[in-house]
């Protein structure tokens, strides 16, 4: 399947909040679905739609970091899962 993450969305879903690493992994926040855990992508070794918490992603400070509001509509990927 082809994803495709232009414009500040993937497959034309809104990205609410973006994460990127050191890695080159991305997660990208589509639906926070209780206060802390997401529904959205994350690309890396294996692109997939999935659940994630931003408090294991906050325990890794220094390797993963919040991508500014104003930066995501420039996150230009085209994945194949």
């Not at 495709?4 to 080159?24: L, Q, T």
């Not at 206060?35 to 890396?44: I, Q």
């Not at 390797?63 to 230009?76: G, S, T």
């Amino acid at each position: 399947m082809k994803v495709v993450i232009k414009e500040g969305k993937v497959n034309g879903k809104p990205i609410i909040r973006a994460w990127e690493s050191f890695s080159g992994w991305y997660w990208f926040g589509l639906e926070e679905v209780r206060p802390g855990y997401w529904f959205g992508f994350v690309v890396g070794i294996c692109p997939e739609f999935g659940y994630f918490s931003e408090r294991e992603l906050n325990e890794l400070k220094r390797q993963i970091w919040p991508v500014k509001q104003c930066d995501i509509p420039f996150i230009d990927k085209v994945v194949e899962t």
